[in-house]
């Protein structure tokens, strides 16, 4: 297998820490962490490593403008404008929102970034998007559509490599984790990330669980559709390696009040992570998946020697949010 050519943009490899003091807090397996939130672009997040793959696809085709799509405080978007803005090309960012949204977080770094918004509404969403694209071609920009979360078979390759470092990380013998984990954990929603580690598990013969929890649907949905990108995927690259649907391992017990409604969950694992390990989450996506792995913990889902590896992707920019910031420290944690 050999991976497309790549733009050098992403701060690499990510440490590997261990949680020593939530470990022992929780009295539970040992936790390791793999910061993707240090992956550098405008505070960094697990679509760099997307972003690379496409980056370097965009300047292939000659583009001369980079379009997506997302929620108001995506993070995606935020990383896509940093993108642009470094190789040169312009932003066009259809997202779901209203033309009078509070400027903070990943908004406001997405405008300070240089990008162009369009607002669109969660049903029509996709066909702003199309519209947009057929009329920055129409006038000549050269626009090069990047999918929802960075999602398709160019991006997952940052994840299949995002593996291959994790292994060469731990033969390497590295200082904190000289082991495979046994499980890998972290936030799975447009599913690239989750695709990109399951081929990039098979081709280094990992030997844990790739377990995504879900900060949106239900385990059915996203089953098929990362098993639908495993698969188109792995064609793509000619990757010799067939998938069923229940091979994706997805929990989605902890949706909570649905995508980005910040509960007690949440709050309690940004709280724990940032009082025992200094370490910031977020409150869409990594404060949920590390709310689910304390949960399993706590019901003894894993054993007690397991390694657990917790993937952070990133996120900590909508922490400042107009929507979350006054809620993060709300009862019980002031
Ligand atoms: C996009 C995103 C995810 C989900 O990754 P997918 O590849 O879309 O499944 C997780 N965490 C953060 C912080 C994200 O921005």
């Given amino acids: ?54 980056a370097a696809d965009a300047l292939n085709c000659k583009a001369r403008t980079l379009i997506t799509t997302g929620a108001l405080q995506s993070n995606h978007c935020r990383q896509t404008a940093a993108c642009s803005a470094q190789l040169g090309l312009d932003c066009v960012l259809v997202l779901v929102g209203k033309s009078d949204a509070d400027l903070s977080g990943n908004y406001l770094l997405s405008k300070l970034l240089g990008a162009e918004i369009v607002f669109a509404e969660a049903g029509t969403r996709d066909t702003v998007l199309a519209e947009t694209y057929n009329r920055l071609e129409e006038s000549g920009r050269q626009p090069y559509l990047i999918p929802y979360g960075g999602s398709n078979s160019i ?54 669980e790739v377990l995504g929890i879900s900060v949106e649907e239900s385990s059915e949905t996203l089953r098929v559709r990362i098993a639908k990108i495993v698969e188109e995927t792995a064609k793509f690259l000619d990757i010799p390696y067939s998938i069923i649907d229940s091979d994706v391992n997805i929990d989605d017990s902890y949706l909570g009040g649905g995508y980005g409604v910040l509960g007690v969950l949440e709050r309690e694992a940004i709280n ?54 006054s809620q993060l420290l709300s009862q019980p944690f002031q």
């Fill in 155 to 208: 991006g997952v390759a940052g994840y299949i490599e995002a593996m291959q470092e994790l292994m060469v990380q731990i033969q390497g013998k590295n200082e904190v984790l000289k082991e495979p984990p046994d499980w890998i954990v972290f936030a799975s929603s447009s599913g690239g990330t989750q695709a990109g580690l399951m081929l990039g598990a098979w081709i280094t013969e990992f030997s844990g």
């Fill in 1 to 54: 297998m050999i991976l497309q050519p790549k733009k050098n943009i992403a701060h690499l490899p990510t440490r590997i820490e261990a949680l020593q003091n939530l470990s022992s807090w929780l009295g539970g397996p040992r936790i390791y962490i793999k910061r993707d939130d240090q992956t550098g672009l405008a505070f960094g997040g697990n679509k760099t490593r997307k972003l690379e793959y496409l």
């Fill in 272 to 325: 724990l992570f940032a009082r025992y390990e200094g370490i910031l989450l977020d409150p869409v996506y990594t404060g949920r998946a590390a709310g689910g792995l304390i949960d399993l913990i706590r019901h003894g889902f894993f054993l007690n020697e397991d390694r657990i590896l917790f993937w952070h992707t990133g996120g900590q920019p909508a922490i400042f949010a107009d929507a979350y910031q």
